[in-house]
């Protein structure tokens, strides 16, 4: 059997890195950063320094010690060497959430990213609009670079733009990881792309579920993987066990029949926050919205990912529309004004482009067009639309003004310190506008414990490790039906 290396997702929920080793030839699964460890550091002001490259990272052991995989900008900075050829074949991404995927920032431009288009366009977005310093996925800038002055003598600094090897997967469709042959098999999860993956060398065959259930908007996708899965008779099945002592879903479905039924009673706006990735989520309210004579409003960061996502299934801009809102100058109504030669002058009367100066580049392709609204439309016509509304748009309600509406939670109930932190905070905003916050319109990205044995059995590998899991022990009754289950031990690497 190949050598599995876990750095990561060991005893915790996410921070998914797994090396597969054989002889010849090495691959990761997943390179994501693990929250729970990560938060017990870091917040939202302190946050590790680019000035360290990857020490920051390694010192919190957020990053495993290993030769060979990191960029060579931040180890050379540091005085660390870099090796000519990288220590792997590459590296398999499953999904494009932050737990699976952002360490990626840190490995080297010529270890090959393999991952799905919907995977893709996710880190797209994540890299063009997000305000990390640290989401250099597809296109790594690199730093600590001094070129000569245009002008004069010496040197100024730079950075250089440089793709990374990227391998879109289609699916089942094999390609070759040194001598592993890969298929990618989609499945279902709550953000578009997620993947999981068979593959296969002389040692036999391998599968790794990454996240997955059987209730959004896509089960057949997950059902078609474990039927796969189970023709190819693994050796080994790495599965994720999130919700292992969970029973029982609330699907898309519920979460859209129950919505309809409370929007039908609230004559002023509805107000709901579901994750800006969740495209599944995003169709749910556009239904509801479609079905109880409403617009469902948007962000500009969530017009973005629509707007990648054009001719797929979700719904395209103007049958969703952009909520602009008051950024830098705040000129979005003629309710504000700027002084020009000592006048003050109404928004209404200046250059579009002086309040358009308050976006960034990407922001200013939605601005502007019929299916942008702002805050007055919100207020006016309350009863005509549903506004997404995430934690840092709360401020947007002290110029709406809502009046007999309703805030829908639709998003996963608090698990850390910060998040209850936040949670409090909502309702107080929420108490500040008379908004009854609802509960009860979020359906989980991972299937239930039961779905998760009952898969396992019907994959029916020779041994199964529990990852991305609070609860291994529970996998412990597979070995009633002859499933070997095997405890993975957290690595650390030993670079030196
Ligand atoms: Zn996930």
Redesign the pocket.
Known sequence: MSNLSFYGGVDEI?GNKIQVSSRESSFFFDFGLAFSRANTYLSEFLQPRKANGILDFVALELLPCLKGIYREDYLRHVGLSHTREPAVDGVLI??S?V??VSLVHHLREDLPLHLSQGSYLILRALEETGSSSFSEYLQLKKSFQLQPKKRGEGYTRRTIPVDREINLTRPYQEFQVGDFTIQAAPVD???PG?SAYLAENDDGMLVYT??LRFHGQHPELTHQFVEKARKAQPTTLICEGTRINSTGNTSEEDIQRKAQEVVDHYPGLVVVNYPVRDLDRLLTFHRVACNTDRQLVVSLKQAYILDLFQGSDYPELGEVLVYQPKKGWGMVSEESYACRDEEWVCARDLDPEISQRDYQTWEREYLDQDYTINYQDLQEYPEDYIFRCDFFELKELIDIKPERGVYLKSMTEPFDEQMEVNEEKVKSWLRLFNLPLLRGFHAS??ASGGEILDMIRRINPEEVYPIHTEGKEQFKVLEEDGIKVKYPTLSKGGLS
Do not use: E, K, Y
């Open positions: 996410g499953s999904h959430h737990d699976h999860h709550s953000l997620a990454g996240d990205g991972h």
